[in-house]
């Protein structure tokens, strides 16, 4: 359980100039992730490599085995909390090997040469991190008082609510070489099963009406005006998928196992209860939320299918007429430029602060619109 601390990564992009209009939209930015490294095999990310592996290796042989006693020294707080800067660091490093990894392999999972790319990075940074596993493990075994009295130091007390989350996992950590096979196997257990559903998916062609499009087009049809197109893009769907089912269940019923083995190792009844304590979240909140959902399904969403079968001259909503725009309803299409003054309309109305973050977003080219 790695956790990066500190000040929130951005990932940064460079918008393209003279990106191609689409179908009146304007001109849609696209991602450069140079302004991250300049390419996979650069010498930035061979350099960020080596420093990873080698700080990695430094900071255990360095720190393993001492931060009990560390905080009972005196000045405990301030030396521990020198300690904390360096794992903020380590894992800053890391994040960026990985982010940009992941973002590259985003925009085409179906290139090999991004997927090796990506699966070399997540293997080194696995291999990295296994160093520092013992951190957070170490951390959380340390004596409340002590740790209490330390973080009395304000340089120490600025992590407070970084080690307050991480003291909530400790009634779910295990042996440190549990740990440690966990965490190793962790590229070819579930994480491996996600990629073949992403890459699997990504791959999918659908059929319709002669035209070969991929998922997000297909899917995109759904909203078409003519039930004709929407019902020839849901028969794609089901047909395509149907196809792949066996490749699906296989995914997923493996990395159900993969949980419940996970979760009995750790002691979560719920089966959710991992997932509640990363999001940091009270179980009963979410429990409160889902009834709530659930019992006003009569009066607001089986209530507005049934209206809407009826504005359509049905008896029941076919399943692909749940996206369908509504009969006679003005249909408009907004360009790049008007969404986004739209949006930051929005946000300067809710903060004028968040709506200047969010135009740094779009002037600085942060966002991929394709």
């Known amino acids: 359980m790695q956790h990066v601390i500190g000040s929130t990564r951005l990932p940064v992009f460079a918008a393209v ?67 904390v800067k360096e794992y903020e660091a380590l894992q800053e490093r890391m994040g960026r090997l990985i982010s940009y990894a992941g973002l590259l392999y985003s925009a085409n999972t179906t290139d090999p040469v991004r997927a090796k790319f990506y699966g070399d990075v997540q293997e080194k940074v696995t291999t990295a ?35 307050e989350d991480l003291r909530k996992e400790k009634p779910y950590q295990l042996e440190d070489r549990v740990e440690q096979l966990f965490h ?61 089912m066996r490749v699906n269940a296989l995914v997923l019923n493996t990395i159900a196992k993969d949980l419940e083995i996970s979760n009995r190792w750790r002691g979560f009844e719920d089966i959710a209860g991992a997932r509640h304590l990363a999001n940091r979240v009270e179980p009963e909140v979410v429990d409160a939320l889902v009834c709530a959902v ?8 089986h209530r507005y299918y049934a209206m809407k079968a009826r504005w ?32 930051l309309r929005a946000y300067g109305r809710f903060s004028p602060k968040m709506a200047e973050i969010g135009g740094r977003f779009f002037d600085s080219g942060w966002i991929d619109a394709r």
């Open 129 to 163: 991190s296994a160093h520092l596993l013992f951190f957070e493990l170490e951390l959380n075994r340390i004596e409340e008082a002590a740790l209490e009295k330390a973080m009395s130091d304000p340089v120490l007390g600025h992590y407070r609510p970084w080690i």
């Open 184 to 244: 190793e196997k962790s590229v070819t257990s579930a994480g491996a099963w996600n990629r073949l559903f992403d890459e699997t998916a990504a791959a999918l062609e659908f059929d319709v009406d002669g035209k070969t499009l991929g998922v997000e087009a297909t899917r995109n049809l759904l909203q078409d005006g003519k039930e004709e197109t929407r019902k020839a893009a849901a028969d794609a769907l089901v047909k395509t998928y149907r196809e792949n």
């Open 294 to 301: 659930r019992d006003a399904y009569p009066r607001v969403s």
């Open 312 to 343: 359509m001259g049905k008896d029941v909503l076919d399943h692909w007429d749940r996206n369908a725009p509504l009969p006679d309803s003005a249909e408009r299409t907004y360009n790049w430029d008007e969404a986004r003054d739209t949006v």
């Open 17 to 83: 100039e003279g990106a191609p209009a689409t179908d009146g939209l304007g001109v849609l930015p696209e991602w450069d992730l140079s302004d991250l490294y300049p390419a996979p095999d650069s010498e930035a990310v061979k350099t960020d490599f080596t420093l990873m592996l080698e700080t990695a290796q430094g900071f255990e042989d360095a720190h393993k085995g001492t931060l009990q006693a560390l905080v009972e020294k005196p000045d405990g707080g301030a030396s521990l909390a020198a300690i």
